[in-house]
């Protein structure tokens, strides 16, 4: 079983920044990848990026291009998510989720593991 946890949720003001970490547990011995995908209040979730384990294709939803960067420290078994220039609509939960070794996939349907989610507010 494979277990996932979020940190690094807050509350910021629009054009602050957060750093978010999904720490990985269990059976971690595959080379999956791993992405970040969140909900606003009264919307589907939806993905923001996601990355190989490798490094070697990364994946950001267009609306946040050039302001989040997502990376990871395999040693760690640790996912990261910096977000700078936060917008108001970017308030929502984050949640980390674990894909497989296979084929890099951004489909929500392709990620079996999920943590728990860590609320982000951004207010104006």
């Known amino acids: 079983q494979v277990q996932l946890a979020e940190s690094g949720g807050g509350a910021v003001q629009a054009g602050g920044s957060l750093r978010l970490s999904c720490a990985a547990s269990g059976r971690i011995s595959d080379k999956f990848y791993m992405g970040w995908f969140r909900q606003a209040p009264g919307k589907e979730r939806e993905i923001v990026s996601a990355m190989t384990w490798s490094g070697d294709n990364i994946f950001y939803a267009r609306f946040v291009k050039g302001r989040f960067t997502i990376s990871r420290d395999n040693a760690k078994n640790t996912l990261y998510l910096q977000m700078n220039s936060l917008k108001p609509e970017d308030t929502a939960v984050y949640y980390c989720?674990?894909?497989?070794?296979?084929?890099?996939?951004?489909?929500?349907?392709?990620?079996?593991?999920w943590g728990q989610g860590t609320q982000v507010t951004v207010s104006s």
């Open positions: 989720a674990r894909g497989d070794s296979g084929e890099f996939q951004i489909g929500q349907q392709y990620y079996a593991y």
